[in-house]
Structures are given as structure tokens and as C-alpha cells.
């Protein structure tokens, strides 16, 4: 577990802590020095115990996409007490450092101490350093992928890899419009909880009732709600345009070089609708649904601006789930009565927390014991009534002409405390399909990834055996988790880079020689895309664009290579011999063959259409900036970090 491989650093870090104060200071400088040291790995320490416990795995996929994303529209009320736990820790790490600066002892006269003694203490934490859990993340997602999948030889293999396993959707011909579809997401409620007794007994007749998937493990990149629902709709693990504190919020465009579920279905005739009761920008997701078909994208502000508005939202998460499988069954009626094929979506709430929607307290479904337990009562209360007045609107009408999917989002996290989970057997998520043509009960223990839904849902759409991504058919086929046991490892370890270059879609910087820059719309035009500035490009060798940082509002360390380097920002943050204006936007570009660069101060709020022949030398030359939001250096050499 992440929280015992922390042990060790944090022993080391308060036996350095131990041997100072034993040892005793000999002069101030000191004091200052260790207790800086001192602070920095308490401190480090400290923020991975507070990961973990938000996480219960570490510096995982998840932590470093929201690192990306940002936490807006986050409910972070269900964290309060990690973060109270985590004040409290922080204050106590000053007030070491204090003693230390304060009432470390002097050094006794005449007491000698050997060098390994007196090193022994910044040894000690830079040991704890190397062994940190922490410190191998970091290296993993920032250091080890760039440098294993540069060599010509693992990159042969990856493109051999990929075409292997990878399939095109576009490649589905013929798919035409088949029965509506209700995809329903439930927050965090995996299978292990529909087989507690007495917890879910509604969705587990459900689940006899229907086409059921009972052995759905959990990838790479597809463990928190956004990946999850990327993963379940594309057949891919989600990955973002960069790896260095990136943030895709610049992204004119979620994953275009995907095809989805939902991409398909738009082409098919259907309309698309999106509900959900969190905030929409969460984590880009609406984004990701603007991007791949969705008519409509409707969140928590939308509904409480129209649907719901005046009334209380119930939780920080947003709408509790009673109010909001109204307002979506609502619109299943609304939809129904137009003659076209429709997809409705909604994605659960009340599972994130132990608050569960006031209408369960009011019908006494919950016990009240503020328990997940009680939260995925209530869930099973609130979805057993949805899915009869489905059907129920369904037999008004006389037709029997709705697929309903129910899909956990991924796995019950780990603040769920799921050791009641684990104890009935390998965690699973959930994935049923009600109202299927194909049979009426059926149930399929092959073992599956959540980016095998896709494939799935087309076999019960009528579009059997068809590879979806990287996933299969689960009626038909097997997984690729099944028949490769290493698939999912050598996703991660070996195909990631290659999967954001061609999902993201990233251009060659040499297909145009123009690049243009609107100061006044914020924009970027460079290989035929437009992105959203302040923004630092970088391209491989052949012009391939492998890396894009959307800088926000904190510093974001980028190490340069050799290849070609494009960046837009603020003047100020370009240390500069040329008088720049900081209120200014600047463009700096770098070709990979010099060591010097071309930068242009732009003029605000106009469109200043720059071309330039990258192939050409520059006809005017200044030194690289010293830094761009941190660090941009001349050589790689010079970009320790």
C-alpha cells in the first residue's frame, strides 16, 4: 500500500531530524540550512499522506489529470477533514522548524564530530527523497516515458503495437439508428456493492434481469469519472496533451483524433443529450461531450438557471440524485415524443458523499448511519423507481424502443473505505444493458475492460463482433486484457506517447509556414490547428508536434529538447535585453538547428499574422528567453529541476 511505502521516508526524515538536534549547530548558516531542508521534506511528505488518503493509490492518473484540469466545480466539503488533518500537520511542521532555527543546541566546545556525522543528517533526507513513493511517480510520468519511447527501436515497436490492437471505429461501416438509448453513469457505485446484502437489491435484480457484464476490471487511465466515461465511450484510456503540469483548458478541441460511440451516433441521426447535476467545466467534460456529438450539455448551473431554479442544490458535489433523474426522465418523456432516435445521459452524484438525496430520508430507504452504504441505498431506491417509469412511458406509448445502459464510472475510491469490498471478492465495476432485443437475461463472465463497453453496446445496438478502439466485443470476444496479459501494462508503459500524438491529433508544424497569432481572441494558428494562448509548443526532429503546455496562472516547469520550440505568453515573463513591453503578449520561436531564437513583441487586442520559414535562418536573432513560466534554457544541460 502507497502509505506503508512512505514509512521509510518519513522515518529517515525525523531520524535527520533526531541526529541535528543531537549533534548540536556550530554556527546560524546552520541552523537556516537544515531547517530549510528540514521543512521541504516534511512538507513533501505531508502532501503525499494527503494524496493518498484522497486517494488511497498515491501520485496516481488521476491526481496528475486534475493537476492538469483543475478543481472547478470539485466538492471538496467531503474532504474537510483530510484537509483540517492536514492543516494541523503543516503547522506542526513550522513549529519543528522553528525549534530548530530557536532552541536547536549549540555545539559544546571541544566536541568534534566526524564528516559522516555531520553530513549525516541532509544524507538522511536525501535518501528519503530517493526512496519516496512519490519521487518514483514523478519520475514515471515526467522522465521515464519520453526517454523509453525515444529509441528508434521501442518506437517500431509501439507503431507495430498500436496497429495491432488499435481499431479505428470509422472504420464500422453501414451503422444506421437502432433502438433510443438512457446510458446511465452512477458515481462509484461498482459491482461489489450490488453484492452486499441488503444494500442494492433493486439493481441487482436489475442486473438478472438484463444483459449483464459481471467481471469489468478497471484500466489505466480510465480510474475517476472523466477517464471512465472517455474509456466507456471511445474504447481508450484517457491521456492528455502533455505531461509536464500540463492544462488542457487551451485545447480548442477534446481528443479530436478520436472517434467515439457518441461520434457514430450523431452520424447515425441521433440527438444527444448530456444531464448531469456537477458543474459541466469539471474536469473538461464538457468539453469531451461538446467535442464528440452531444446536441445538448447540461450541468448544474444550466438546471438551476431553468429546470431548477430556486431550488436548493443539496451538496457541494451539485443537484442531489432525486431532483435530478426527475428533471432526466422529464426529458426521456420530451424526447420520446419527437420522431427521432435520441441518446440521454445522466451521471449520478449522491455516491461521492454519505449525504443521500432528501427524498430517501423522507421515505426512510436510508438508515441514517452516514455511511457510502446509505448513499448507494438511496441510489438504488431513486434508479429502480427511474427505470419503471421508463418503462412504464414505454408500454403507455406501446413501443418497446430503449436500450438502458447502467455503467459505474469506475471504481468505488478509496475514501469509500472499501475493505467491506474487498472482502467479497476482485472489485468489479458495474455494466448492465435493460431492454436489449437480443435476449431478455444473460449474463457474461468474460473478463473485460471498461474500454470494452463501446464494442459491447454496438453488438447490442445489432452490430455484433465489431472492435471498438482498443476494445472488443464482451458477447463475442475476448478482452484484450484476456488474451494479452501484458495489454494494459504495455499501454502505459509503452504506447502512451503515441497515444496522445495521434488521439490528440497534434500537426506537424511544418504542413504550414504561417503562424498566426490573434492577441485580441487569444488564439494560436500553427499546422493548420488553433489553440488557445498563453501557450509553449515543442516538435521532435521531423516537425511533429510532441508536447503542448496551456500555462495558466502558476509557474509550470518545461525542460526544452532539441527540437523545435514555439511559445506565446506574456512579455514579462521573457527575460529579455530588448526593452519589452510586459502589458504585451511575445512570440518566441526556436528552430532545433540554432541556439538562438526569433521573438516579436505582438500588439494587444489585434491580429498579428506572423509567417515564417522555419527551414531558413532567422533574420532576427536573440538569446533564448532565460525562462518561460520557469524554465526554458539553452541546452538541456542547463534545465535541472
Known amino acids: 500500500m502507497p502509505t ?78 483530510i484537509i483540517q488533518k492536514a492543516v494541523v500537520a503543516i503547522l506542526f511542521g513550522f513549529a519543528l522548524t522553528v525549534a530548530i532555527l530557536m532552541r536547536a543546541p549549540q555545539r559544546r566546545e571541544g566536541k568534534k564530530l566526524s564528516r559522516t556525522c555531520k553530513m549525516l543528517p541532509v544524507a538522511a533526507i536525501v535518501l528519503s527523497y530517493l526512496v519516496h513513493p512519490m519521487s ?78 459481471t467481471n469489468i476490471t478497471q484500466g489505466p487511465g480510465t480510474g475517476w469519472t472523466i477517464a471512465g466515461i472517455v474509456a466507456s465511450l471511445c474504447g481508450i484510456p484517457l491521456v492528455t496533451t502533455g505531461g509536464k503540469g500540463n492544462s488542457m483548458h487551451g485545447a480548442k478541441d477534446f481528443l479530436p483524433g478520436v472517434t467515439c460511440l457518441s461520434d457514430m451516433l450523431q452520424k447515425a441521426g441521433y440527438h444527444q ?20 456529438g452531444f446536441d445538448d450539455v447540461i450541468g448544474k448551473n444550466e438546471l438551476m438557471t431553468n429546470e431548477l431554479k430556486g431550488k436548493s442544490t443539496g451538496h457541494g458535489w451539485g443537484i442531489t440524485d432525486d431532483l435530478l433523474l426527475d428533471v432526466v426522465f422529464d426529458k426521456y ?31 426512510k430507504v436510508v438508515r ?82 471498461t474500454m470494452d463497453v463501446p464494442a459491447t453496446i454496438l453488438s447490442l445496438l445489432g452490430y455484433p463482433g465489431k472492435a471498438f478502439g482498443f476494445g472488443r466485443d464482451l458477447t463475442i ?10 495489454f494494459l501494462e504495455d499501454l502505459k508503459t509503452k504506447m502512451w506517447n503515441a497515444m496522445r500524438k495521434i488521439f490528440w491529433a497534434m500537426p506537424n508544424i511544418m504542413d504550414s509556414p504561417s503562424i498566426e497569432v490573434d492577441t485580441n481572441a487569444k488564439n494560436l494558428r500553427v499546422g493548420g490547428k488553433v489553440y488557445s494562448i498563453p501557450i509553449l509548443i515543442s516538435a521532435d526532429l521531423h516537425g511533429l508536434i510532441d508536447e503542448i503546455i496551456f500555462f495558466e496562472d502558476t509557474p509550470v516547469a518545461y525542460s526544452k529538447h532539441s527540437g523545435t520550440t514555439i511559445a506565446v505568453d506574456n512579455c514579462k515573463y521573457f527575460k529579455s535585453q530588448l526593452g519589452l513591453n510586459d502589458k504585451n503578449f511575445c512570440l518566441f520561436i526556436k528552430h532545433q538547428s540554432s541556439p538562438k531564437g526569433w521573438i516579436r513583441m505582438l500588439p494587444l487586442n489585434s491580429i498579428e499574422s506572423v509567417s515564417v520559414d522555419l527551414n531558413a535562418d532567422l533574420n532576427m536573432t536573440a538569446p533564448a528567453p532565460d525562462f518561460i513560466r520557469a524554465s526554458l534554457c539553452e541546452s538541456a544541460n542547463q534545465c535541472k529541476m
Open 333 to 363: 418523456k420530451e424526447l420520446s415524443a419527437a420522431d427521432k432516435p435520441f441518446a440521454l445521459y445522466t451521471l449520478t452524484l449522491d455516491t461521492h458523499g454519505t449525504s443521500p438525496s432528501p427524498r430517501c430520508r423522507e421515505k
Open 273 to 292: 443529450t448530456y444531464m448531469g447535476g456537477a458543474d459541466i467545466n469539471f474536469a473538461g467534460k464538457g468539453s469531451f461531450l461538446k467535442s464528440h
Open 477 to 486: 470476444h475476448e478482452s484484450l486484457a484476456k488474451q494479452d496479459p501484458n
Open 4 to 81: 506503508a511505502s512512505v514509512a521509510a521516508p518519513i522515518i529517515l526524515t525525523a531520524f535527520s531530524y533526531a541526529v541535528f538536534w543531537i549533534n548540536g549547530v556550530s554556527c546560524h548558516i546552520q541552523r537556516v540550512v537544515f531547517a530549510g531542508t528540514f521543512l521541504l521534506s516534511y512538507l513533501y511528505n505531508t502532501a503525499f499522506l494527503v494524496i493518498d488518503a484522497m486517494t488511497g493509490d498515491g501520485l496516481n492518473d488521476s491526481v496528475f489529470y486534475h493537476l492538469d484540469q483543475g478543481m472547478e466545480g470539485a466538492g471538496l466539503g467531503q474532504f474537510m477533514d
Open 136 to 213: 518514483f511517480a514523478l519520475h514515471d510520468q515526467y522522465l521515464l516515458q519520453d526517454a523509453v519511447n525515444d529509441a528508434p527501436v521501442i518506437k517500431e515497436e509501439v507503431r507495430s503495437l498500436f496497429q495491432q490492437t488499435y481499431k479505428d471505429p470509422r472504420e464500422i461501416s453501414n451503422f444506421e439508428a437502432g433502438k433510443n438509448i438512457v446510458y446511465i453513469y452512477m458515481e462509484s457505485l461498482e459491482r461489489n456493492y450490488i453484492k452486499l446484502p441488503g444494500v442494492a437489491p433493486n439493481l441487482e435484480r436489475w442486473e438478472k434481469e438484463g444483459v449483464s457484464f
Open 368 to 449: 441514517g448511519d452516514r455511511s457510502y452504504k446509505d448513499s448507494v441505498r438511496c441510489s438504488d431506491y431513486l434508479l429502480n423507481n427511474f427505470f419503471n417509469q421508463v418503462f412504464d412511458e414505454q408500454r403507455k406509448r406501446g413501443k418497446n424502443d430503449t436500450l438502458i445502459i447502467v455503467n459505474s464510472d469506475h471504481l468505488a475510491m478509496p475514501y469509500h473505505k472499501p475493505t467491506e469490498l474487498e472482502r467479497l471478492g476482485p472489485r468489479r465495476n458495474t455494466f448492465f444493458v435493460l431492454g436489449s432485443s437480443n435476449t431478455s437475461s444473460e449474463s457474461h463472465s468474460m473478463l473485460g475492460t
